[in-house]
């Protein structure tokens, strides 16, 4: 299975500031994906990273508020911009591969805003 | 569209007896389909997949699902419950036409009592 590591694992922040989340994935993986998973609630699709261009974002999430990149095939970074308390939630970084089509997630990282 | 809808949000077994998590999804293409388990503080770990081969798809732990199309419905079953499967279960829909990406079911929490 596709190995990826997600950094912070978890950060507590101050309002109005913003956290940038690293997501290193392995070879086999081609495609990569954020979501954001609310106390209590489902995983919901933030964004498709795309290699070299703009990040596709999802109904409700726009790029001034989760700037993505992802500068090569196995790194990526959702930044969390201007955060608020509503912003507390986990974000995983999730990636698929080129042969099984399975999509492989990473551990996560908890994010509180006070 | 492509959408799923677990039926149950938590339910509740004995050890021991059968378990079975309810999953109705909705899309506009073949679709391919998921069970994810996530344990507390734990990342999510796929539970087995369907992607238009057997109808009848066995899993890690002894869960399997039936993939039937007339009453689009891909509900997990598990013979006997331990109680290391207490952890929220999510039902995943795909599609390669939709670029690859998984739309998550509100989840199910699984109780297992003694």
């Known amino acids: 299975s596709a190995v990826i590591s997600q950094k912070p694992s978890r950060d507590i922040c101050q309002r109005g500031t913003s956290l940038t989340i690293q997501c290193q994935v392995d070879s086999q993986v081609t495609m990569m994906f954020w979501y954001r998973q609310q106390p209590g609630q489902s995983l919901t699709l933030i964004a498709t990273?795309?290699?070299?261009?703009?990040?596709?974002?999802e109904s409700g999430f726009v790029i001034d508020k989760f700037p993505i990149s992802r500068p090569n095939l196995t790194f990526s970074t959702l930044t969390v911009s201007n955060m608020s308390p509503e912003d507390s939630s986990i974000y995983l970084c999730?990636?698929?591969?080129?042969?099984?089509?399975?999509?492989?997630f990473g551990e996560g990282s908890r994010l509180t805003v006070l | 569209a492509q959408s799923v809808t677990q039926l149950d949000s938590h339910v509740s077994v004995s050890e021991g007896t059968p378990v079975l998590l309810r999953c109705n999804y909705s899309?506009?293409?073949?679709?391919?389909l998921f069970w994810y388990v996530q344990h507390p503080n734990k990342g999510l770990q796929l539970l087995l997949k369907?992607?238009?081969?057997?109808?009848l798809v066995k899993g890690i732990n002894g869960f399997e699902a039936e993939f039937k199309k007339s009453e689009t419905s891909f509900h997990l079953t598990k013979p006997s419950a331990h109680m290391s499967d207490a952890a929220e279960y999510f039902c995943v829909v795909s599609s390669y036409n939709q670029g690859g990406k998984l739309i998550f079911g509100q989840g199910t929490e699984l109780s297992v009592k003694p």
């Open positions: 999730s990636g698929s591969s080129s042969n099984t089509g399975e999509l492989f």
């Open positions: 369907y992607t238009s081969a057997a109808t």
């Open positions: 990273a795309n290699q070299g261009s703009e990040a596709t974002y």
């Open positions: 899309s506009s293409y073949s679709p391919s």
